[in-house]
C-alpha cells in the first residue's frame, strides 16, 4: 500500500501518461467485449444438472441436428391445412432449418396455426441469429415468430441496447450533478474520467477472459454499473479528504498524502470488501452467476486501484485547480463545505439521534423492519420470454400462443430416455399414461425420435412454464423408476432452484464472514463488524420488501413501463444481496472511519460520532444520489430482470444513506458507548487528551 500510493506522488505525469496509453489499448481491445460475451438460455442453469445434461445429449445425438426442445416455433393465420402448411412448406426449403415437426395445431377458433421446427446450427450464438434470419424470412401479414432461439437473440440484443442507453443517461447526469455536490466542473469531470478509465479497463480484461472461459453478457451490465458508481464514490471521498487539507492551508502533495493515508486506506478496505463479496457467488455452480461475479469483482479491483493511483496523480498536478470551474457562490458554498463545523446540519442530526438514542434506534429500526416483511411472500420464477420488452417479437409470440391455444407449447418437456427401442416404447407409453393421468398435458402430442442409444418423448403441458402443474409433473417423470432424465425450461429452473438452495447458505457464509472480517481490520473492534452486519441486513430486507410490493404485487407498472411476473427471478434476491451487502459495507466504512479519526484524537463518544457523520454525512448521501444515478440508469432497460435489479440496488442504497446512517447507527453506537471499540485500546495521547478533558 505504501508503494503503491508513493508512485502517483513522485511520479505524477508518468502516472497520467501510462494510463492514457492504458486507456487507449483497453478501448481497442474491449470495444468487441458486448460481442464475445453473448445471452444463452443455458447460463440460468447448472450445466451438472439432470436438465442441462439431457438437452445438451438430445441436441447432440438426435438426427438432423435438432435439440430436445424446438428452436423456433411460428404461429400463422389459418387452420393447418391452410396457414400451418404454408409455413411449414417454407420452412422445409429454408436451408438454416433443420426438420419441422410434422404435427400442426390449431387455435380454440381453429384460425390460427402453430409450426414447430428445430435449427441446423448446434452452437446457441449462431442459433440466435439464424432465428432472427428466419424471422425476417417469413415477416408478413397474420405471421408472429417466436421460440427459445430468438428469444436469446433479442435478450442479447436488448442487453447491448440497454448499455448503450444507460451510458447516455448516466454521464451526462454524472457531471451535472457532480457540479451540484463538487461545486467545480474541474471536481465535478473527475468522477466521470476515472469511472470511464476504469470501465475501459475492466472491458478489456472481461474480453480476454471470454476468450479462456464462457461469460455471460450480464456480467457487463453489473461491471458498467459498478465502475460507475464506485468511481463516483471513491471520487468524492477522497477529493473531499484532498480539500480539506488546501482549505487547511497545506501543499497539494501534503494534502496528497494525507488523503491516502485516510480515505485511501477506507477506499482499499472498501473495493477489497466488494471484491470479496462478489467472489463468494463463484461458489454457485451457474454460468450467469458466476460471470456476475467474475465482472463485478473487476470492476471493484479497478476502479480501488484507479482510484488509488490515478486519482491522486491527477490532484497533484492539479493542485489547487481542482477547484477551478466553480461561481463565486460555488466557491463559498466549497470553503463552508471543506471547513466542517460544530453546528452543522450533519452534526445537529447526529446530536438528535444521540440524545435519544433509545426512541430513534426503535423508531428507525421498526420503519425498516416494516417495510421487509413483504419479502416473506416473496416467489419466485424463471426467465422467460415475459422479461423482455413489449415491442420484442418472441414475447408477442408468447403472449398471443398463451391467449389462443390449449397448449401453449412454451418450453415443452422433453424426456431423454437411455434404453434401447423395445424398453424406450414402453417407457413411451408410461409416460403417455402419466400425461393422462395427471391431466397436465396431451398425450397426443407425445413424439418418438431415436439414435442408437438414446430416445426422445416429448409432453405438450397445458398450464405454463414454471407454474406449479409443470412443476409437479417433471416431479413425477423423475420418480418414475426408468433410465430417463426430463430437460426443458421448467425442468431447468427447477434443478437451478435447488442448486442455489444447496449453495445459498456458504455463499451467505462468505459474505457475512468477508464483511466482517475487513471491518474488523478497519476498525479494529468487534462489536462493530456485527452492527455493520445487523444494518446491511436491515437496508437489504427492506429495499427487497419494496422490490416485492412494487414488481411482484403489480404496483407502478405504468410509471415504470413493465409488467408484473406475479413473482421475482430466482437469482435476483442473492444477486441483488451480494451488489448491496458489498457497497454496504462500503458506506459503512465510510462513517466508521471518520469516526474512529475522532475517538483516536480523544474526542469523547458521543461527539465523536456528531463529528465523524458531519465531516462523513454529506460525503455518503452525495455518494448515495451520485451511484443511485449511475446504477438508476438501468432502471430504463427494456429487460424486467436488469430494470429490478437496478432499482433494488438504488433502493437499498438510498435507504442505507438516508435512515440507517444518520439515525440507526449513531443512536446504536451513542447506546453501546465505549463496548463500540471492544476490546480495542485507545492510543495512549489519546487518552491522554480525553483525560485531561474530562479533568477540565
Known amino acids: ?32 467485449a458486448p460481442d464475445q460475451l453473448s445471452y444463452r438460455s443455458g447460463d440460468f442453469y447448472s450445466h451438472d444438472s439432470e436438465s442441462f445434461r439431457a438437452e445438451s445429449d438430445l441436441e447432440h445425438t438426435l438426427p438432423k441436428g435438432s435439440s430436445g426442445i424446438p428452436t423456433i416455433a411460428v404461429l400463422a393465420r389459418g387452420s393447418p391445412k391452410t396457414g400451418g402448411e404454408r409455413i411449414a412448406r417454407r420452412l422445409k426449403r429454408n436451408p438454416l432449418i433443420a426438420e419441422v415437426e410434422d404435427t400442426i395445431l390449431a387455435s380454440r377458433d381453429g384460425k390460427t396455426s402453430y409450426v414447430l421446427a428445430w435449427l441446423k446450427q448446434k452452437d446457441r450464438e449462431d442459433q440466435g441469429f439464424s432465428a432472427a434470419k428466419v424471422a425476417d424470412e417469413l415477416a408478413g401479414p397474420g405471421v408472429v415468430v417466436g421460440g427459445l432461439a430468438l428469444a436469446r437473440q433479442e435478450f442479447e440484443q436488448q442487453i447491448g441496447v440497454d448499455l448503450r442507453r444507460a451510458q447516455m443517461i448516466a454521464l451526462p447526469l454524472l457531471v451535472l450533478l457532480g457540479l451540484w455536490v463538487f461545486r467545480s466542473l474541474v471536481a465535478a469531470l473527475l468522477p ?41 464514490d471513491y471520487s468524492l471521498l477522497m477529493l473531499a479528504r484532498f480539500r480539506e487539507g488546501l482549505a487547511a492551508g497545506k501543499a497539494p502533495e501534503q494534502s496528497a498524502v494525507e488523503m491516502l493515508q485516510t480515505a485511501g486506506k477506507t477506499v482499499a478496505f472498501s473495493a477489497a470488501a466488494i471484491a470479496a463479496s462478489f467472489s463468494s457467488l463463484l461458489i454457485v455452480p451457474i454460468p450467469f452467476v458466476r460471470s456476475v461475479a467474475v465482472g463485478g469483482g473487476l470492476a471493484a479491483i479497478v476502479t480501488g486501484l484507479s482510484a488509488l493511483v490515478l486519482l491522486p496523480a491527477l490532484l497533484v498536478l492539479l493542485g489547487r485547480r481542482v477547484n477551478a ?57 424463471g426467465l ?15 403472449e398471443k400462443a398463451r391467449r389462443e391455444f390449449k397448449n401453449p407449447l412454451i418450453g415443452e418437456i422433453a424426456v431423454a430416455v437411455y434404453s434401447n427401442q423395445v424398453r424406450a416404447t414402453f417407457i413411451r407409453e408410461r409416460v403417455n399414461k ?20 438414446l430416445w426422445q418423448v416429448r409432453l405438450n403441458p397445458e ?23 426430463v430437460a426443458g425450461e421448467t425442468a431447468g429452473y427447477m434443478d437451478s432452484l435447488s442448486v442455489l438452495k444447496q449453495r445459498l447458505p456458504y455463499v451467505v457464509a462468505a459474505v457475512v464472514l468477508s464483511s466482517l472480517l475487513f471491518v474488523f481490520l478497519a476498525t479494529g473492534s468487534l462489536v462493530l463488524p456485527i452492527k455493520t452486519l445487523a444494518m446491511n441486513l436491515l437496508s437489504l430486507g427492506a429495499a427487497l420488501g419494496l422490490i416485492v410490493l412494487v414488481f411482484q404485487n403489480g404496483y407502478l407498472e405504468g410509471i415504470l413501463d413493465y409488467t408484473s411476473q406475479d413473482a421475482m427471478i430466482v437469482t435476483l434476491p442473492g444477486m441483488v444481496g451480494v451488489v448491496a451487502f458489498g457497497l454496504l459495507t462500503d458506506y459503512g466504512l465510510f462513517l466508521l472511519m471518520r469516526i474512529k479519526e475522532e475517538r483516536e484524537r480523544g474526542i469523547p463518544n458521543r461527539k465523536a460520532i456528531a463529528l465523524g457523520l458531519e465531516r462523513s454525512g454529506r460525503i455518503i448521501t452525495a455518494a448515495a444520489l451520485l451511484f443511485a444515478a449511475a446504477v438508476g440508469a438501468f432502471s430504463t432497460s427494456g429487460l424486467l430482470y436488469l430494470k429490478v435489479t437496478a432499482i ?35 492510543p495512549p495521547e489519546a487518552q491522554q487528551s480525553l483525560d485531561s478533558e474530562r479533568r477540565r
Not at 444521540?354 to 417495510?371: E, H, W
Not at 422467460?384 to 408477442?396: F, I, M, V
Not at 398450464?463 to 432424465?485: K, M, N, T, Y
Open 1 to 32: 500500500m505504501h508503494l503503491l500510493a508513493q508512485l502517483p506522488l513522485r511520479y505524477p505525469r508518468r502516472v497520467l501518461a501510462i494510463a492514457v496509453v492504458l486507456a487507449i489499448a483497453a478501448a481497442f481491445v474491449g470495444k468487441s
Open 463 to 485: 398450464e405454463p412454464i414454471f407454474s406449479e402443474g409443470s412443476q409437479r409433473l417433471v416431479s413425477e417423470l423423475r420418480e418414475l423408476d426408468a433410465p430417463i432424465a
Open 192 to 232: 466521470v474520467s476515472l469511472a470511464s478509465f476504469a470501465l475501459l479497463v475492466v472491458l478489456a480484461i472481461l474480453r480476454g477472459v471470454g476468450e479462456l472461459f464462457p461469460l455471460s453478457v450480464f456480467s457487463l451490465d453489473i461491471a458498467l454499473a459498478l465502475a460507475l458508481g464506485l468511481g463516483v
Open 325 to 381: 470551474g466553480a461561481l463565486r457562490s460555488w466557491r463559498r458554498s466549497l470553503e463552508r463545505s471543506a471547513r466542517p463545523r460544530e453546528e452543522g446540519a450533519w452534526y445537529r442530526i447526529a446530536q438528535f439521534a444521540t440524545r435519544r438514542p433509545v426512541v430513534v434506534a426503535t423508531v428507525s429500526g421498526m420503519l425498516m423492519l416494516v417495510l421487509a416483511l413483504p419479502v416473506l411472500s416473496m416467489r419466485s420464477t
Open 434 to 453: 402419466l400425461a393422462e393421468n395427471t391431466g397436465l398435458a396431451t398425450p397426443f402430442f407425445v413424439g418418438l425420435k431415436h439414435s442408437p442409444h
Open 648 to 682: 433494488a440496488i438504488v433502493l437499498t442504497v438510498l435507504l442505507d444513506a438516508f435512515v440507517v446512517r444518520p439515525l440507526l447507527v449513531p443512536s446504536l453506537m451513542a447506546i453501546l458507548g465505549k463496548w463500540n471499540w471492544w476490546p480495542g485500546t485507545m
Open 384 to 398: 422467460d420470454p415475459s422479461s423482455l420488452p413489449a415491442s420484442s417479437e418472441a414475447r408477442h409470440f408468447s
